[in-house]
């Protein structure tokens, strides 16, 4: 099992922006996709983006769609996820995961994922 290691997380103020990154720990991992997901306190784990490994395609939810972006760093084996124009509502604790296997676009589910990281707190105060 890879270990997939977030980070870039901290308390920013509301219209500001944060570069998230996922590095996996094995450099000659392979997976087929790496999606961002978050969770708030006491709410679901919810899809934010994914990117695909091979043709770099990339899926956005509408929360977070036109003030993110996806991207990939192949030798790296890092992925990195760019919020801009925080807001409130953005504060959660962002996870990456990795699919070893495609999936039916978007790739929205949890269950696309067979490996997760620990997860990095982002705080976005008003």
């Known amino acids: 099992q890879v270990q997939l290691v977030e980070s870039g997380g901290g308390l920013v103020q509301a219209g500001d922006s944060l570069r998230l990154s996922c590095a996996a720990s094995?450099?000659?991992?392979?997976?087929?996709?790496t999606g961002w997901f978050r969770q708030a306190p006491g709410k679901e784990r919810d899809f934010v983006a994914a990117?695909?490994?091979?043709?770099?395609?990339?899926y956005y939810a509408d929360s977070v769609k036109g003030r993110s972006t996806i991207s990939r760093d192949y030798a790296k084996r890092t992925v990195y996820l760019h919020l801009n124009r925080l807001k409130p509502e953005d504060t959660a604790v962002y996870f990456c995961?990795?699919?070893?296997?495609?999936?039916?676009?978007?790739?929205?589910?949890?269950?696309?994922?067979?490996?997760w990281g620990q997860g990095t707190q982002v705080t976005v105060s008003s």
């Open positions: 995961a990795a699919a070893r296997r495609t999936w039916l676009a978007p790739g929205a589910r949890r269950s696309d994922y067979d490996d």
């Open positions: 094995d450099l000659t991992f392979k997976a087929a996709a």
């Open positions: 990117i695909t490994w091979a043709g770099g395609t990339t």
